[in-house]
T-cell receptor
Framework: DGGITQSPKYLFRKEGQNVTLSCEQN?????MYWYRQDPGQGLRLIYY???????QKGDIAEGYSVSREKKESFPLTVTSAQKNPTAFYLC?????????????FGSGTQLSVL | SQQGEEDPQALSIQEGENATMNCSYK?????LQWYRQNSGRGLVHLIL?????REKHSGRLRVTLDTSKKSSSLLITASRAADTASYFC????????????FGRGTSLIVHP
């Protein structure tokens, strides 16, 4: 089945630790995105990538980093600089870059701080 | 960044009733999209309506768009318990970023 796979489903971070959330898609989509969702809130854009080896900051990029070395993969690292990382993280993709299209979402990763 | 705002924040109805959710936004859009999210899951795209369209249908879903009032509504007819979820509108600005910007959502509970 084609889709977006996020792992792990649950992740715990200790103080001062960096953690990486995985996002893989087999839809052959060009563009990929990371959103953060806090309880009762909408989705806020962290980073997006329109093409391999290129990515752009979203509205809340501070304390996060990404890479896009392969078309299929767009991992998100939550660094120790992110002081309030507890949230639900959603990865998404769309078919082409720069087009006004719908997004396809993964099932999310819940990150909590120990 | 532009953000749609849904109304009401929460809606509780009985099975078989219709559910209406509204979304208002502030600037010109290329399109407006509605998504559904079941608890603890990712979002699923429902309908995309472009700025030159006024109404779209998909099964039991009906979406309207009024660009003069900068608002949209999502109507779910003959609701079922399985429709229980959060519903989000997302706006895509015209002439700017092509990336959808999401509102806070409407939480819908359908009682069997």
């Amino acid at each position: 089945d084609g889709g977006i796979t996020q792992s792990p489903k649950y992740l715990f971070r200790k103080e001062g630790q960096n953690v990486t959330l995985s996002c893989e898609q087999n839809l052959n989509h060009d563009a990929m995105y990371w959103y953060r969702q806090d309880p009762g809130q909408g989705l806020r854009l962290i980073y997006y990538s329109q093409i391999v080896n290129d990515f752009q900051k979203g509205d809340i990029a501070e304390g996060y980093s990404v890479s896009r070395e392969k078309k299929e993969s767009f991992p998100l690292t939550v660094t120790s600089a992110q002081k309030n990382p507890t949230a639900f993280y959603l990865c998404a993709s769309s078919i082409t870059r720069g087009a006004y299209e719908k997004l396809f979402f993964g099932s999310g990763t819940q990150l909590s701080v120990l | 960044s532009q953000q749609g705002e849904e109304d009401p924040q929460a809606l509780s109805i009985q099975e078989g009733e219709n559910a209406t959710m509204n979304c208002s936004y502030k600037t010109s859009i290329n399109n407006l999209q509605w998504y559904r999210q079941n608890s603890g899951r990712g979002l699923v795209h429902l309908i995309l309506i472009r700025s030159n369209e006024r109404e779209k249908h998909s099964g039991r879903l009906r979406v309207t768009l009024d660009t003069s009032k900068k608002s949209s509504s999502l109507l779910i007819t003959a609701s079922r318990a399985a429709d229980t979820a959060s519903y989000f509108c997302a706006t895509v600005a015209s002439g700017g970023s092509y990336i959808p910007t999401f509102g806070r959502g409407t939480s819908l509970i359908v009682h069997p």
